[in-house]
């Protein structure tokens, strides 16, 4: 039985992540902050609820340990746990360090405890939910932005160091996402995101299509991959018409 572990699987594509892992016939660590969520999606799919928080080497260091005694190997690793809090340059110094621990550092802290075991065997799978602010941005949010991007980044650098010795590395990269997430943003997300949100098991759909077609990236949203060449080959007209969106929400925050 396949074995999986999924951060901030208490809720949104985390926990829509282990309803589809557990109906293929995986056996699921469901792991998040809130304890009752995490139980609660737990017991839905007959896995194991881990607390605890994934933004210190301690609290990685606990789960990769209790999951490995409940699955007793760890074969796929879902490093969905996020954050996206609002501000710019001005957000203080203890935000973006933790923004940075949530959204990079634990992927790099999982990673760190799952590849020895990996490669021996030849084989492990490591799915980071990076969005797709890792692979354009995100307006209104510079720590999740930033950080998104690292997330990816790390993840490019897991693919292409390690996919010759059976490590399979995907990166998730949805737009806007029908969660509590994309609720917190309020008048903004909803401006930018809200009209072409999907549910959070159309996340999961992606993913497996992805897992059987072998894709690095994971494109819920396939638009994406169109934007993101734009942004590569056109990368003025692409800002251009970022700061026009931005402008836009502006005068939409202005007007309430």
Known sequence: MTGVVVTGGGGG???ALARRFAADGAQVVVADLDGDKAGEV???????AF??????????AKLISAARETLGEIDIY???????PFGGAESPEEVWART?????????????QLLPAWLERGRG???????????????????????KHGALAFAEYLSATYRHRGITVQAICPQGVRTAMLESTGTAGQLLMGASAIEPEQVADALFAAIEAKQFLVLPHP???D????????????????????RKVEAALEAE
């Open 100 to 112: 940075w621990d949530v959204n990079v550092m634990s992927h790099v802290r999982a990673a760190n």
């Open 223 to 225: 638009e994406v991959a």
């Open 42 to 48: 737990a017991a839905e799919v007959g896995g194991t």
């Open 13 to 15: 594509i985390g926990a």
């Open 227 to 246: 934007y993101y060449a734009a942004r590569a080959t056109q990368t003025d007209r692409w800002l251009g018409g970022m700061n026009k969106l931005q």
């Open 78 to 84: 879902c490093a969905n746990a996020g954050i996206a």
């Open 125 to 147: 799978h490591f799915i980071a939910t990076a969005s797709a602010a890792g692979l354009l941005t995100s307006l209104g949010s510079a720590p999740y932005s930033v950080t």
């Open 51 to 60: 607390v605890g928080d994934v933004a210190s080497v301690d609290g990685v």
